[in-house]
């Protein structure tokens, strides 16, 4: 994690105000500044405190069920003709994405501080159930924000929340999806400071959230480098992960930033194509900007004013990214690019035959990029993908759509 | 009041506070989005206001993503933005109120990500050209002065900051620090328009405040009556009274949500209502 990074290290950061080159910072409304400087606080005590390294790493064995294994997709290997493809999958993880290892370790770090009450935002839904399952395991108090159209599309995971105890709260504000979510979440936030805490579900938000929520998914990272030592006794050429606000890209890639020979590729949504306006790809289509507590890429007008995202996908349905996502992009570290819902949906597909594993659609959108060049990249290279969440929850969502593509 | 005449930036501020203490009396200071529900409207209602009794105008520059704001001030803001309102539009506005009005300072308030947008050097040269005075950019707490604060500082341009609930003595000095024109007392936990203003506990804030500070205090957020601007005009040295405004705003509107002949008159005339309140409550006479 950040504590062992070299001094020129692309690890190192935030800085000490929480920025990644001009990115990041605390961009946040004076009620809420006490309450953030407080989990900073906290969140370096419990950092260096081994108890509470051990506390998490007990709930990843024996609840979260980590290590998760590091898969060679043969079928789809061959299928492609080129490089080895390898799943990280966190997809078997409780609960079904990689969204669990941040909320153990927030729910933790809320329990030192002595809160019982907890506030999430959610897009896919995965962030609630995770945060929801964290809250009955612990005993806390959950309320869910989560936009009224998401509501609607990813309806199971509405029903898990409430099974789990957990109060929902549609919103209806703006397009009704993770954007209004997050900012209905933090105005809530501003009326209970004092005694609730935020689990903010992806490396977005004001510091300290960007780096915490990061050293929490850097377990996918580290274990992908043990199991591919183990594997083919090297490190891979290729780490491919979808971006919604970049958790679980941000996870896999930032183990390896100092591998320099490790090529990082970063997959946003391109909804219906960059050029349709249609999209969730702040950093192929947007620039930079303040919102949520930090200054990263973001889709706007030239008024400043945020414009809406779209994709199919609930949980890349965002018009922003994480800011350290930003300062990999402008340093040229790591390549973004967009994939199509179409796109997405084929490689929903195809996984699934392939591979009997139904991916969300999250992911799907990563397979499908890995799909545009895994076939060009010699039999000798190895590509490892995150398979960060499985498919259940969208099932609703896209059986109708492959009916109508002849997928089916 | 000729003396304030040529001041502008934070000085115009200074000098209405002045005025305001010499009178024995606090301030009403209005917001309303720029451009709700219309720009033509929006300007008539702004021209009208210190006829109605406005010390102070906050005007809102509106923004799709108001996260401090409740549900009234979310949508007056909407409305704006719907009817065409940029950030180029709120400084036109302020430009044609002070064609008629040199004494009521004008407070920008809103969010960052349309003045980053604008660029922030050309952003405080327009504002100060126009006629602005103080700016309240609630995402901009002290950690993020290098951003705007100190460059608006530097050049005269009053830097309001937000004082909360939340805000103790330890942290208090850091906010009061680059904070000039006045120091705005957030009476809530929590965004406009969604609970009453406490007077008691307000009271004791404003004097917590007063110990830091020798800079006016104003309040807002939660206050809705004559009788409640009444009450802490009393205590404090301004009230901010900005969702019951655009309430009135709201509910003049035709059902497609267009001004109609009496969104005007029935905004002003609820301004009125609240200058009187304000003006009838007599302040103790300073010490000092
Ligand atoms: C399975 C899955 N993958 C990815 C995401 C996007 O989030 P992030 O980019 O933070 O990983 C989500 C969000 O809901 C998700 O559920």
């Known amino acids: ?408 | 009041m000729s003396d304030a005449r040529g001041k502008a930036g934070v000085s115009r501020i200074d000098a209405k506070f002045a005025a305001l203490r010499a009178e024995g009396r606090g301030a009403l200071g209005i917001f309303v989005s720029a451009g709700d529900p219309d720009f033509e409207t929006g300007l008539a209602i702004l021209k009208g206001l210190p006829g109605a009794g406005a010390d102070m105008i906050e005007f809102g520059m509106p923004f799709t993503d108001p996260m401090a704001d409740g549900p009234a001030i979310q949508e007056s803001s909407q409305r704006a933005l719907k009817a065409g309102m940029t950030l180029t539009g709120v400084l036109e506005m302020v430009r044609a109120f002070r064609a008629g009005d040199q004494d009521t300072p004008m407070i920008l308030m809103g969010y960052y990500n349309p003045i980053y947008s604008y660029g922030v050097d050309r952003f405080i040269e327009d504002a100060l050209a126009s006629g602005v005075d103080g700016l309240i950019v609630v995402d901009l707490p002290p950690e993020e002065d290098r951003e705007l604060c100190l460059p608006a500082l530097a050049r005269g341009l009053g830097f309001v900051r937000l004082a909360t609930p939340t805000t103790d003595d330890v942290r208090l000095p850091a906010v009061l620090k680059n904070t000039a024109g006045f120091v705005y007392y957030v009476s809530i936990m929590g965004i406009t328009g969604t609970a009453e203003v406490p007077t008691d506990l307000v009271t004791k804030a404003v004097e917590r405040l007063k110990r830091h500070t020798d800079l006016p205090v104003c309040v807002g957020f939660g206050i809705t009556t004559p009788e409640q601007a009444a009450g802490i005009a009393r205590c404090a040295d301004g009230a901010i009274v900005g969702t019951a405004v655009v309430k009135t705003i709201k509910a003049s509107l035709d059902h497609e949500g267009r001004a109609t002949e009496a969104t005007v008159s029935d905004t002003l005339g609820f301004v009125r209502g609240l200058a009187d309140g304000v003006r009838g409550a007599r302040r103790p006479a300073p010490h000092a």
Request: with cysteine; aromatic share 8%; net charge negative.
């Open chain 1, 1 to 408: 994690m950040a504590a062992t990074a070299q001094p020129n290290s692309l690890r190192a950061g935030p800085d000490a105000d929480g920025h990644f080159g001009i990115f990041g910072g605390r961009y946040v409304a004076e009620t809420l500044m006490p309450l953030i400087l407080s989990v900073e606080k906290a969140y370096e005590e419990a950092k260096a405190d081994p108890e509470f390294q051990r506390q998490i790493a007990y709930y990843h064995t024996h609840y979260i069920g980590r290590p998760s294994p590091l898969y060679f997709a043969e079928r789809l290997t061959e299928h492609f003709g080129g490089a080895k493809l390898y799943f990280k999958r966190d997809e078997l993880n409780h609960t079904g994405a990689h969204k669990i290892n941040n909320v153990m370790g927030q729910a933790l770090l809320a329990k030192r501080m002595g809160k019982t009450r907890i506030i999430a935002e959610t897009g896919a839904g995965q962030h609630g159930v995770a945060t929801a399952t964290a809250c009955a395991l612990f005993g806390m108090e959950c309320e869910v924000f989560m936009g009224a159209e998401d509501v609607e599309r990813q309806k199971p995971n509405v029903d898990r929340m409430r099974l789990l105890g957990a109060k929902v709260h549609p919103v209806t504000s703006g397009s009704g999806t993770l954007k209004d979510a997050m900012n209905e979440a933090l105005r809530y936030w501003v009326s209970k400071a004092e005694t609730h805490f935020y689990i903010i579900g992806t490396v977005a938000g004001p510091h300290p959230y960007p780096a915490m929520v990061r050293d929490f998914q850097s377990i996918i990272g580290i274990e992908v480098k043990q199991q591919m030592m183990a594997a083919e006794g090297r490190l891979p050429d290729t780490l491919v992960a979808c971006i919604g606000g970049g958790s679980n890209a941000m996870g896999l890639f930032h183990p390896f930033l100092d591998d320099t020979d490790v090529e990082i590729i970063g997959v946003e949504a391109g909804g219906l194509g960059l050029n349709s306006g249609k999209h969730a790809a702040s950093l192929n289509g947007g620039r930079p900007g303040v919102l949520h507590g930090n200054r990263t890429y973001l889709l706007q007008d030239d008024d400043g004013q945020i414009t809406e995202a779209h994709s199919i996908s609930a949980g890349l349905d965002y018009p922003g990214i994480g800011p350290e996502h930003s300062w990999l992009n402008d340093i040229g570290r790591v390549k973004y690019v967009a994939a199509n819902d179409e796109d997405a949906l084929r490689a929903f597909a195809l996984c699934t035959r392939k591979e009997g594993i139904i991916p969300a659609l999250e992911p799907s959108h990563a397979l499908a990029h890995v799909g545009t060049f895994i076939g060009d990249r010699p039999k000798d290279q190895i590509v490892v993908m995150n398979l960060c969440g499985r498919g259940d929850k969208d099932m609703d969502a896209v059986m109708p759509k492959l009916e109508k593509m002849g997928l089916l």
